[in-house]
């Protein structure tokens, strides 16, 4: 699966890991001269499996407008969530309102609580009425960077640690429940982006990650209550090596 762009409008060690080739590099549509340089990716691209969409969002851009500022930071580690077959999901329990938005349309913000004080985005995928999700693990900051901080309150954390794990993520980016539902495709509060316009993260055949980077997997974090099938499943993906993965993947992966 690729993800296309469009023009924007203004907790244990893993014991198994494998390695990906980076999906093909997305279609950027040409936009004004005078329009925002960043490209909102097509939510059309994400009407895939989700352990497909986890890895095609590897090295996308999630972008935060709101009045104290533009942060935009890039997707350096994800994970793939499935429907009720999946032990480790959500869905596991069939269609609730918690979990509605997970059924889709693909490209909308799944925003939850954990333990009623951290907030997780994922970004919703496969076809809609199937539900399946993509959790943004690690993003690692690039624009904005000072708001971030703020909103960690973390004054002694280097930059790359600011987005080091889904809740950090979240309270740097400032996402919560008010997001919940969005389509991440158009709205103007939170959207998803293509890197292409930044001449750093060109490369052709990397796709949406820079010449060199590789993806890596291993099974998802935190989820042994799913049973051996689902919670040794290497559905947990990121940017080898990345100094703002949430933790280190096994050596060798």
């Known amino acids: 699966m690729t993800l296309a762009a469009q023009d924007a409008g203004t907790p244990s060690p893993e014991t198994s890991s494998r390695a990906f080739q980076a999906p093909r590099a997305p279609r950027v549509a040409d936009q004004p001269r005078d329009a925002d340089p960043l490209r909102r990716i097509d939510a059309a691209g994400l009407s895939g499996p989700a352990d497909d969409a986890a890895r095609s969002l590897l090295g996308a851009l999630i972008v935060r407008d709101g009045g104290s500022g533009r942060r935009v930071a890039r997707i350096v580690e994800t994970e793939a969530y499935a429907g009720p077959e999946d032990g480790a999901s959500h869905a596991r329990f069939g269609r609730t309102s918690r979990n509605a938005v997970m059924f889709g349309p693909p490209g909308r913000a799944y925003v939850y609580l954990v333990y009623g004080l951290h907030h997780c985005l994922n970004v919703v995928c496969g076809p809609e009425g199937v539900?399946?999700?993509?959790?943004?693990?690690?993003?690692?900051?690039?624009?904005?960077?000072?708001?971030?901080?703020?909103r960690r309150g973390r004054t002694g954390d280097?930059?790359?640690?600011?987005?080091?794990?889904?809740?950090?993520?979240?309270?740097?980016?400032?996402i919560d429940r008010s997001l919940d539902g969005i389509d991440l495709s158009c709205d103007e509060r939170l959207w998803l982006a293509s890197p292409?316009?930044?001449?750093?993260?060109?490369?052709?055949?990397?796709?949406?990650?820079?010449?060199?980077e590789r993806i890596v997997a291993g099974p998802r974090?935190?989820?042994?209550?799913?049973?051996?099938?689902?919670?040794t499943r290497p559905w947990r993906f990121g940017i080898a090596g990345h100094p703002s993965l949430s933790r280190p993947f096994p050596a060798g992966s």
């Open 221 to 231: 974090v935190g989820v042994d209550y799913a049973g051996p099938e689902w919670a």
């Open 131 to 150: 539900a399946s999700a993509v959790l943004i693990r690690a993003v690692a900051p690039l624009v904005g960077t000072s708001l971030m901080r703020a």
């Open 196 to 212: 292409a316009s930044d001449p750093a993260l060109q490369g052709g055949d990397p796709g949406l990650l820079a010449v060199g």
């Open 158 to 174: 280097p930059d790359w640690r600011l987005g080091a794990g889904p809740a950090r993520a979240c309270q740097a980016l400032d």
